[in-house]
């Protein structure tokens, strides 16, 4: 059992250099497409004379960006010492507050009480004296021992000690109930506005070293920013010059699509970042990347053997093993956007002198060993017909043409696997619903309304879409001037590919529903849909009538049944 696909030709260890250039630029040389290079060889210049100006005017940038970071480093050291010292001061003035209030308290004020105290008595002892000196005076001046005059002189000496005693009293109370109590609250007062001073200047302290340690952090990220721009452009202008990252063969990036509106890479092209400019694929192993319908998918996995055909060399066959499935599908056009198709890798696994011819881009076409069951009897897939559940075919035994009810097996875009129903030899007609319609027709009638099951409906699902040649040929045996030809319809065997009636105009104007001569994916028959992109050859999302005759003819078909040693294949 084999599947059949188309794909690419691809190196196994494909290197892309692709532009890493901010924006666009040009390419200034570039060696010439098919040179072989070494690993470090230098194949791509890009025009780098911008990027040389931006360097030179980031470089200034760098330079201030890095003075202004000294200054502000230079600028919280200042910070940091003048915090300190104001702190000090701070602290030194709350401690000198502290210390007048306790020298008031422990040693001005007992000292000027003391001396007002020392002050009273000592007025109190001058009255004591002067009282005493008039009171003899007085008894004196009445024995005639002393006169009047001196009598006054004592009593003016007694006032004048008495207004003595009266003020040193004085001073001492003042001291005690106001000059105590005004100069303890102020200095009090003073201690308290001193710490709060001291908590002041800390804040401002804190915030002043928090704003430079800012400005420092600004300064840091904008030397960092624009250091690292520099480092950028650096790298910029270097990736001006590419190097081969491998030993390989220079093959230019240049679209595959004719209708892309990307420039050929070429000296004086205009590049974009990422875009890809030079592929450097290692010959010595390839590989080619195809795409299988989802129907089909199922049947691929990796390890599979396959063989290898590529269109350049048709006479060399090459060995290959399945070594990839695609677990997702890939993009597909956007007229064929309903297609669900999975990519495949099949690597080509032989001698690499034997791959030296091959280049990126070839196409190749891919059969893959999906099962290998020896000595089976097929015969071509055209000549089965599918009646509800029962497959038949017409077969020609002498000069008669009778149907004939199958049982099938595997199958593949060519060979259906008959398990039982004819044997080897057996001439079977080829598209019998051509020339049998009303044989056909009772066996619709008896079978068609019968359900399909699952496993047939995978069997039609699967089957490939290629499309068989309505080739039409006598029969030599059989009914008299009726040809044994086409009769088997696209994908599924037991109906006729090209329509009912064997007519693919008439057939084709019938699936043409709105007239205009084009078939879309919608209007294309269920089980063709899987190959509308094979149908469609231009790609341009209908299939034309001229498309719809070529695809038709687009293979030969056989006329007997073969048996032996073929695999039936699907």
């Not at 001061?89 to 001396?115: M, P, S, T, V």
């Not at 055909?309 to 007229?335: H, I, N, Q």
């Amino acid at each position: 059992m084999t599947a059949n696909e188309r794909g690419t030709i691809d190196s196994v260890k494909n290197s892309v250099l692709s532009s890493s250039v901010a924006g666009t630029t040009t390419i200034l040389k570039i060696v010439r497409e098919g040179t072989h290079v070494k690993e470090g060889d230098i194949v791509v210049e890009l025009d780098a004379s911008v990027l040389t100006e931006k360097v030179t005017s980031q470089r200034i940038k760098v330079t201030q960006a890095n003075a202004a970071l000294e200054q502000a480093k230079k600028q919280l050291e200042i910070q940091q010492q003048q915090n300190l010292s104001d702190i000090a001061a701070a602290e030194l003035k709350l401690k000198l507050a502290k210390l007048d209030l306790e020298k008031f308290l422990k040693g001005d004020f007992e000292q000027q009480k003391n001396e007002l105290a020392g002050q009273v008595k000592l007025a109190e002892q001058n009255l004591a004296r002067a009282t005493d000196s008039r009171d003899i005076v007085k008894r004196l001046a009445k024995k005639g021992y002393k006169t009047q005059a001196d009598l006054e002189v004592e009593e003016i000496n007694v006032n004048k000690t008495e207004i003595d005693v009266s003020v040193a009293r004085e001073k001492l109370s003042l001291l005690q109930l106001y000059t105590y109590t005004r100069t303890l609250e102020e200095l009090e007062a003073n201690a308290r506005e001193f710490e709060r001073e001291l908590e002041r200047v800390k804040l401002k302290a804190q915030a002043a070293l928090a704003q430079a340690k800012a400005d420092l952090e600004a300064r840091e990220l904008t030397a960092s920013v624009e250091n690292a721009e520099l480092d950028r452009l650096n790298t910029q202008v270097a990736s001006c010059v590419m190097r081969a990252p491998q030993d390989g063969q220079v093959v230019y990036a240049n679209p595959r699509d004719s209708r892309s509106d990307q420039p050929m890479i070429d000296e004086g092209t205009q590049v974009r970042e990422r875009q890809a400019i030079i592929n450097l694929p290692d010959l010595s192993s390839m590989k080619v990347v195809t795409r299988v319908h989802e129907s089909r998918i199922s049947l691929i996995r990796p390890g599979l053997g396959a063989w290898v055909t590529v269109d350049a060399y048709p006479d060399k066959r090459l060995r290959a093993v399945v070594e990839a499935v695609g677990s997702v599908p890939t993009a597909t056009s956007f007229w064929n956007r309903d297609i669900k198709e999975y990519e495949v890798v099949v690597k080509i696994d032989e001698p690499s002198e034997n791959v030296t011819n091959l280049r990126p881009g070839l196409t190749a076409g891919v059969e893959v060993l999906v099962e290998e069951r020896p000595d089976v009897l097929i015969v071509p897939v055209q000549s089965v017909i599918t009646v509800g559940t029962h497959h038949f075919a017409f077969v020609a035994s002498g000069n008669r043409v009778a149907s004939r009810e199958l049982k099938i097996g595997l199958s593949n875009d060519r060979m259906v696997e008959i398990v039982d129903g004819i044997g080897e030899g057996d001439r079977v007609v080829m598209n019998p619903k051509t020339h049998f319609s009303t044989e056909i027709a009772d066996l619709t009638s008896k079978f068609g309304q019968e359900k399909l099951p699952e496993p047939v409906l995978a069997r039609r699902t699967d089957a490939p879409s290629a499309t068989a040649k309505n080739e039409e040929k006598p029969a030599a045996n059989g009914p008299a001037g009726n040809p044994a030809a086409p009769g088997t319809s696209e994908g599924q065997p037991g109906q006729r590919r090209g329509g009912p009636g064997g007519d693919p105009v008439a057939f084709f104007k019938r699936l043409d529903k709105n007239t205009d001569n084009n078939l879309s994916e919608d209007e294309f028959p269920e089980q063709l849909k899987s190959n509308f992109s094979t149908w469609d050859a231009n790609g341009d999302g209908v299939v034309s009538l001229d498309e719809f005759q070529t695809a038709r003819k687009a293979r030969p078909v056989g006329e007997t049944a073969i048996g032996g040693g073929g695999g039936a294949g699907g």
